[in-house]
């Protein structure tokens, strides 16, 4: 697939409300990228937190803009506010938590763009991420190449 390039000014792109309080605005989409990446702006509640988990199929990228989080990639656990960086590769298992007490901002890259299709297929579907039925996110997450290793570890 080709792509002619784009550019999103602020304030544009698809709005998610991924759970309450807890909203996604899709700035590069898999299919306007040719699938290379996929890329979401996060709004995360204070203490908020992702289960270990790892993608098979992409790398991530989070850049804080806002914020304070902690990260937990492989057996190393670091904290850092707005400019941090955190990749996490394909295969490492990892976990990030809004640490902060208030809401952070985030900005999420998957690259290639598959792992991040899980978040645009939740959005066509309207499944709130973390309180969607188990048996319908299932299937889901083996598609986009997702694995839940545990709880939240931070």
């Given at each position: 697939m080709s792509t002619n390039g784009m550019v999103v000014l602020p304030g544009q792109?698809?709005?998610?409300?991924m759970e309450p309080d807890r909203t996604a605005t899709f700035k590069l989409m898999s299919e306007q990228t040719g699938d290379t990446m996929a890329v979401l702006e996060e709004l995360i509640p204070a203490g908020f937190g992702t289960?270990?988990?790892l993608h098979h199929i992409s790398d991530e990228a989070m850049c804080v803009?806002?914020?304070?989080?902690?990260f937990k990639i492989g057996d190393s656990v670091?904290?850092?506010g707005a400019g941090?960086?955190?990749?996490?590769?394909?295969?490492?298992?990892?976990?990030?938590?809004?640490?902060?007490?208030?809401a952070g901002r985030a900005l999420f890259m998957f690259t290639p763009a598959e792992s991040?299709?899980?978040f645009e297929e939740?959005?066509?579907?309207?499944?709130?991420?973390?309180?969607a039925?188990?048996?319908?996110?299932?299937?889901?997450?083996?598609?986009?190449?997702?694995?839940?290793?545990g709880p939240d570890p931070l």
């Open positions: 792109g698809l709005v998610w409300q289960a270990l988990h803009l806002s914020g304070e989080f902690s670091t904290r850092g941090t960086w955190a990749f996490m590769p394909r295969e490492t298992p990892h976990a990030w938590k809004n640490s902060g007490s208030e991040g299709k899980l939740l959005r066509r579907l309207q499944l709130p991420f973390m309180t039925d188990p048996a319908v996110l299932a299937p889901l997450l083996q598609r986009y190449g997702w694995k839940i290793i």
